[in-house]
């Protein structure tokens, strides 16, 4: 398996654009998150999917930031219009029922 | 308010000397604790998860444990290698709501494994 696939790696915009991050969970996992990386903040969780439901969006920090499971194969976060604090690793991870959550290489976001 | 703290933030020891890193949390109804390893560049991977009724649990030369009663948890690395550098992240799940899904998680503990 490949593990969580996540694209792009690398994302540099401007400010007032949109940027839309993509995931692929593993295979057969049928729980879904999202979080965020900084230095100042750690890891926070921004919104937890099971069965492409969403079930957590309380750690969604504002209405720019918007969240799709279409299927159980793939996930979308949008940031629009993002803004320079909004500069982070962003990592998806998916797990099955109550196992280990495995997460993605990350995101890195910058914007200018 | 559900809060998990780590300490030291940093550390720096000597190959093969032995280190333990510290997590106090205030999370409840509990549910599980988890330490991660995250590499520089690489999202975290999961070491060890420990549940209410677990005190000590091993995964190679890291050992975790769990005292529920005072709600501190500790990661014991044994003759630490170059590989060990990393941050290791506390996670523990529950939370108001009762829902073992919400984890909180601690800030890290960088570790750097000089030779």
């Known amino acids: 398996d490949a593990g969580v696939i996540q694209s792009p790696r690398h994302e540099v915009t401007e400010m007032g654009q949109e940027v839309t991050l993509r995931c692929k969970p593993i295979s057969g996992h049928n729980s879904l998150f999202w979080y965020r990386q900084t230095m100042m903040r750690g890891l926070e969780l921004l919104i937890y999917?099971?069965?492409?439901?969403?079930?957590?969006d309380s750690g969604m920090p504002e209405d720019r930031f918007s969240a799709k499971m279409p299927n159980a194969s793939f996930s979308t976060l949008k940031i629009q219009p993002s803004e320079p604090r909004d500069s982070a690793v962003y990592f998806c991870a998916s797990k099955f029922s109550t196992d280990t959550q495995y997460f993605g290489p990350g995101t890195r976001l910058t914007v200018l | 308010k559900n809060q998990v703290e780590q300490s030291p933030q940093s550390l720096i020891i000597l190959e093969g000397k032995n280190c333990t890193l510290q997590c106090n949390y205030t999370v409840s109804p509990f549910s599980n604790l988890r330490w991660y390893k995250q590499d520089t560049g690489r999202g975290p991977v999961s070491l060890t998860i420990?549940?209410?009724?677990?005190n000590t649990k091993s995964n190679g030369r890291y050992t975790a444990t769990l005292d529920a009663d005072t709600k501190q948890s500790s990661l014991h690395i044994t003759a630490s290698q170059l590989s060990d550098s990393a941050s290791y992240i506390c996670v523990v799940s529950g939370g108001a709501s009762g829902g073992s899904y919400i984890p909180t998680f601690g800030r890290g503990t960088s570790l750097i494994v000089h030779p």
């Open positions: 999917f099971n069965n492409n439901v969403p079930i957590d």
């Open positions: 420990m549940t209410f009724s677990e």
